[in-house]
């Protein structure tokens, strides 16, 4: 080891190096994760003058040690010397952002851009600019990818002659031979135009936002469509069909189907950038075409944005935009081939109900909600049931509950346990908006029936899901419906079931309060504490734990203490245990 | 450029012609391996359910008026008025049907159309002097109105689940008439009157980009058709080749570094083998980047089953071309190596004696000692399929030749990694081959294996007192950062905070000490932050 007794100073650098020549990746990860130590131990002015040349020299490593590094100099700056000195970072950073891995590229340039904060204006022009133009004019298309993030970070804080550059530069890799320097472009042109003044937006980025957009290749005309957003915002009103329109108009009826994807994906930012007026006269029709596009993919994200796009219609022409131009559509989804596509309008169709009243919901909503619960695809079914609430809102759930009943039960004993699972989270709200009548009628039942399903997940859904109820309808419900039930439980043949029983009561003894935990659950838990299964002896030590803090302390005293130190002296090591730890926490020792 | 011609043949066949499978080790390199249009699957077993298809197949903006009237008979008809009568046909063919909604539309007019292409097929390849001047612009029409369209959205989920081995292709419901437009698309080009010259207007740039752009088609067919399409455009039309490369490598650079999703990388390669197998000596720096930037990235993508054995085919080709560029490739595969990923390191292990067939002594000792040093890794590796693959090597003449040459360099990198396994490797066949491996060394040079032996003892030894020097090491660096007025706390050691998954005994007390802790790392930029 160099340097090992003898100068100190040395020292840190040199088991660096001797490290990062290791073969085995895992320490020399370990290493570069240690930076900030070595920086330390260097103190700034070595770290400046050693430890950064050092790095930009003979760093050639796997790309997971490269990317350490990236994130690591990112976090550099005080120990390099604070904001005087950041611009040391730039030169490794500079070769970071040039690898061909993308992920070390795009950690380099998220670095460079967090350390461009912390530069003063001048080391700005005088640093870190000039390497952004570097990459801008590399001969690989890696450093010009990653020169697209860097502009609009420096743009704001210099000069006018450099910014002028700075626009030029970017025109230049909006036009690139390579499809991904100009999808990288692409991508960063929305937020260059956020910060470039207005003149600029409609001299210089209207024309690259048009030639983007009608690029020869799809996957650079998508991403036009982002930058659509932040332009049309920063235009404008007056402007924005002379310099959005056209685009956005072709946008939407590509060739493509992954443009309009992104399209339909994007519309309600679009709906705000373009405001009232164009979104009547142009997206509108635009949305019809969209939910009716021959691709199921694109169907499925405008069927997604259905309750949004209505919801910002202006309010003066709303209702009859959607009962004239989007219901006839919508109605159409309801029975589409695709089930995605029905899944998507699933799960936004209910809000309509509260943009439509009462009266129209009843007369054209109800029905397609009834088709839907009964759908051949649990999902659609599913994402109908989880927004009840809205509708209930509107026209009280009385409506559905004749069709909502064989839906919730088909869905309750589908063959999936994850679609079972999926009901269960809603039994809270559904027994809210049902009240509790309808209730015990009709789903009490399946509620009890899922706390012995096969499934463990199920059963501990089960589980909370009665505590839930219990905390919607009281403690006096929980008496005569759910608690005997639960405490036969006990006597069942399958010890899974009796554990079950420990886990309600763990569940419920608090909702149910001191007197049907004492009365009525604690001698059941007792009992058990003779099951011959150590896995139930165990439970009964854990759920006395559990509900001791609910007892008084003459119930714990006189009957819980025996049981627990009983259990304290049992064979099995794990039942010992949990006794134990019962009878600590509840100071019963 | 007509010079260009010499320097750059572009091998006259994909497959079907000289097919060499001797069984030699040298690889017979004159094609390139074909790729499969079927993907072999397990027979037998019981049948997986199904999961619902999804129609997806192409979607064609379908010709208004799609009643065609049948024309007569190109064969029937006065010579005089065949040409005039071939442009109709070509015309009518224009027209597109519906395949996918509604697949029994049309029904009488999609049979016109067949019958059509069919008869064209056949005019084309059994009459000389029919392509005539006026027949390209409506020939190359014909073609790009149908089969140039946006693809459909693909079939099989992305990420995790998609399995390009295992899930099926959606098949193009169009195929019926495709087939026969690319069929005649590909008689046309090679019919013996066809003239490059005269249709460079129509076969441009444009027509190119548009032909790649179908090569992400999820129909094997389709892409067999595409692939000897855009070979015997490659070999006619010199002045789109450069531009040919580059949309190809764009594709890759894609495939590669964004999207790891493309149907056609095979096929591409397939037609790149047979190009690189073309190319003049000495290689152009453009040819060079593109093994080194291109090939060699491609053996990262997590997919690189699919088209591995045409990628292989086209590293070697570029050994066999020039052996000084055999250094480079091996560091980069070297570079790429799968570390978790164990039957993509059997492929790549596959390639390297593949590459250690065709190597250069000279550049062999250039490369062995990382390449050893990955290789002890292997015979070490717990999947016995790599260990196996690896101990392979022990077989091949050549490579025991190699290292025999140089066993004062090989012997005491691999050694370790062979005794230590030779006892401890939980597979019985892998003991064999070890066996076997280190019998061969020992012959090679006894005195040296018995210096291993010696050595392996000693550093055995010596490796608990490096662990706690390394630690000791540390514990200095960070006394020496905590002088630093910059970290005036405690820099504490990266712990590995406890992780449990079960419901068992826990200390309250060890508990209590996890949350108290604090991640140097969180306090130190808290710190920096605070100045």
């Known amino acids: 080891m160099a340097g090992a007794d003898g ?26 994760k240690k930076l900030s130590t070595i920086a330390l131990a260097l103190g700034v002015e070595r770290t400046r003058t050693e430890l950064l040349p050092f790095l930009t020299d003979t760093i050639y490593d796997e790309d997971e040690v490269l990317l350490a590094l990236a994130e690591q100099l990112g976090n550099f700056t005080m120990l390099v010397g604070g904001p005087e000195y950041v611009h040391c970072l730039l030169p490794p950073l500079e070769s970071l952002a040039t690898v061909e891995e993308t992920v070390v590229r795009d950690k380099a340039v998220e670095s460079l851009r967090k350390i461009s904060q912390e530069h003063s204006p001048v080391d700005l022009e005088v640093h870190f600019e000039p390497l952004v133009k570097r990459l801008a004019s590399g001969d690989w298309f890696t450093s010009r990818t990653s020169a697209c993030g860097l502009f609009s970070v420096c743009y704001p804080r210099v000069s006018s002659t450099v910014k002028a550059e700075i626009r030029q530069h970017f025109r230049t890799l909006c036009s690139d031979d390579t499809p991904m320097v100009r999808r990288a472009a692409a991508s960063k042109l929305g937020e260059f135009a956020k910060v470039l003044e207005l003149d600029y937006v409609k001299s210089d980025i209207i024309s690259l936002f048009t030639a983007l957009a009608s690029d020869e ?78 691709e199921a993919e694109v169907r499925a994200a405008a069927a997604n944005k259905v309750k949004e796009f209505c919801e910002n219609l202006p309010e003066d022409s709303r209702e009859q935009i959607i009962m004239t131009h989007i219901l006839p559509c919508v109605k159409e989804l309801v029975s589409d081939t695709n089930q995605h596509v029905k899944s998507a309008l699933a799960s936004v169709i ?31 079914r599913l994402n109908i049931i989880s927004n009840l609430d809205c509708v209930n809102e509107v026209i009280g759930i009385r409506q559905l509950s004749q069709s909502l009943l064989p839906a919730i039960v088909e869905l309750a004993e589908d063959a999936k346990w994850r679609v079972r699972l999926a009901i269960i989270e809603y039994m809270p709200l559904l027994a809210g908006q049902l009240g509790v009548e309808f209730f015990d009628e009709k789903l009490n039942t399946l509620c009890m029936a899922w706390l012995i399903d096969h499934v463990y997940a199920i ?67 007792l009992k058990m504490s003779n099951d011959q299964v150590a896995n139930v002896r165990f439970n009964v030590a854990k759920s006395l734990q559990k509900i001791g803090p609910v007892l008084d302390s003459n119930a714990l005293q006189s009957e819980v203490k025996p049981v627990l130190e009983k259990l304290a002296t049992d064979t099995d090591m794990d039942v010992k245990y949990f006794a134990q730890e019962a009878i600590s926490v509840l100071a019963l020792a | 450029m007509p010079n260009k011609t010499k320097k750059e043949k572009v091998s006259g066949c994909l497959r079907g012609c000289n097919m060499n499978e001797s069984g030699s080790k040298r690889p017979s390199n004159s094609t390139p391996p074909p790729t499969q249009l079927n993907k072999i699957k397990y027979s037998g077993g019981p049948q997986l359910v199904k999961k619902e298809r999804r129609q997806s197949s192409s ?70 002097d029919v392509v005539t001047e006026c027949i390209y612009p409506e020939a190359v029409l014909m073609f790009s109105v149908n089969l ?24 193009e419901a169009a195929w019926p008439h495709l087939q026969l437009v690319y069929e005649f698309f590909l008689r046309f080009l090679e019919s013996p009157d066809f003239q490059p010259n005269v249709s460079k207007k129509y076969i441009d740039q444009k027509f190119v980009m548009s032909l790649l752009e179908l090569f992400d088609s999820e129909d094997p067919r389709e892409r067999d058709f595409l692939k000897t399409i855009l070979h015997r455009i490659y070999g006619k039309f010199l002045g789109l080749r450069a ?20 149907n056609g990388i095979a096929e591409l390669l397939e037609i790149l083998g047979s190009i690189i197998n073309g190319f003049a000596l000495p290689l152009k720096e453009e ?245």
């Open chain 2, 148 to 171: 140039f369209r946006t693809l459909p959205p693909s079939s099989n989920p992305t990420g995790a689940e998609f399995d390009p081995e295992e899930d099926e292709p959606t098949l």
């Open chain 1, 459 to 525: 059963r501990e859904a089960a589980t909370c899901n009665l505590m839930k109820l219990v905390e919607k309808f009281g403690a006096e419900w929980a008496q005569n419906t759910i608690v005997p039930k639960v405490l036969g439980m006990a006597n069942d043949p399958n010890y899974l079931h009796r554990m079950t029983t420990l886990f309600c009561i763990n569940a419920l003894s608090e909702a149910c309060g001191q007197d049907i935990t004492t009365k009525q659950m604690l001698p059941v838990v």
């Open chain 2, 287 to 531: 040819h060079k980047m593109f093994l080194i930037r291109v090939l060699l990235p491609l053996h990262k993508v997590k997919s690189l089953s699919v088209y591995h054995p045409q990628l292989a085919y086209c590293v070697v080709q570029f050994l066999e071309k020039d052996s000084g560029l055999t250094e480079p490739v091996i560091m980069g595969l070297l570079k790429f190596w799968p570390k978790t990923h164990s039957p993509k390191e059997v492929m790549f292990l596959n390639e390297l004696e593949e590459i250690l067939d065709v190597i250069e002594p000279s550049e062999f000792v250039k490369v062995q000692e990382p390449l050893f040093r990955q290789l002890s890794k292997c015979v070490s590796s717990p999947h016995f399929q790599v260990a196996e693959r690896a101990l392979y090597y022990w077989n091949n003449e050549y490579i025991m030749s190699l290292i025999s040459d140089n066993a004062a360099k090989i012997l005491p990198i691999m050694f370790p990694a062979l005794y230590k396994n030779s006892k401890s490797h939980w597979n019985k066949t892998i003991h064999g081959l070890i066996y076997n491996a280190l019998k061969l060394f020992m012959e090679m040079n006894q005195k040296l294996f018995d210096d291993c032996t010696q050595q392996y003892k000693a550093e055995k030894q010596k490796e608990k007192y490096k662990l706690k020097e390394r630690e000791e090491i540390w514990h200095k660096i960070e006394e020496l950062a905590r002088q630093n007025p910059q970290g005036t706390k405690d820099l504490k050691k990266d712990k590995v905070l406890m992780r449990r998954k079960s419901e068992l005994p826990q200390d309250v007390y060890t508990i209590k000490a996890l949350e108290a802790h604090k991640r140097a790392e969180e306090y130190l930029t808290a710190n920096q932050e605070a100045l």
């Open chain 1, 7 to 32: 100068d100190d100073s040395l020292y840190p650098i040199a088991v660096l190096i001797d490290e990062l020549r290791n073969e085995d990746v895992q320490l020399r990860l370990n290493s570069i």
């Open chain 2, 243 to 262: 531009y040919i490369r580059r949309q190809i490598n764009n594709i890759f650079y894609r495939f590669i570094y964004e999207t790891e999703h493309h």
């Open chain 1, 217 to 294: 290749q799809d996957s650079v005309r998508l991403l036009a469509v982002e930058a659509c957003v932040s332009i049309a915002t920063l235009l404008p009103q007056e402007d924005l069909e002379t310099l959005v329109m056209p685009t956005l108009r072709q946008a939407a009826e590509d060739k493509s189907w992954r443009v309009r994807y992104m399209v339909a994906d994007k519309f309600s930012e679009l709906q705000k950038a373009v405001g009232p007026e164009i979104t009547k006269n142009d997206l509108v029709p635009a949305f019809q075409n969209l939910l009716k596009d021959c």
């Open chain 2, 59 to 128: 979607r064609f903006s379908l010709t208004k008026n799609r009643e065609l009237q049948k024309l007569p008979a190109l064969k029937d008809s006065p010579l005089v008025d065949r040409e005039e009568l071939f442009v109709q046909k070509l015309r009518q063919c224009c027209v597109l049907f519906d395949f996918v909604s509604d697949p029994l539309s049309d029904l009488k007019y999609k049979e016109v159309k067949r019958a059509g292409l069919n008869e064209m097929v056949e005019y084309i390849t059994h009459n000389s």
């Open chain 1, 350 to 380: 209910m809000g309509l109900s509260t943009i439509l009243g009462k009266d129209n919901t009843i007369e054209h909503l109800l029905p397609l909600f009834l088709a839907q619960l009964k759908d051949e695809c649990p999902e659609v």
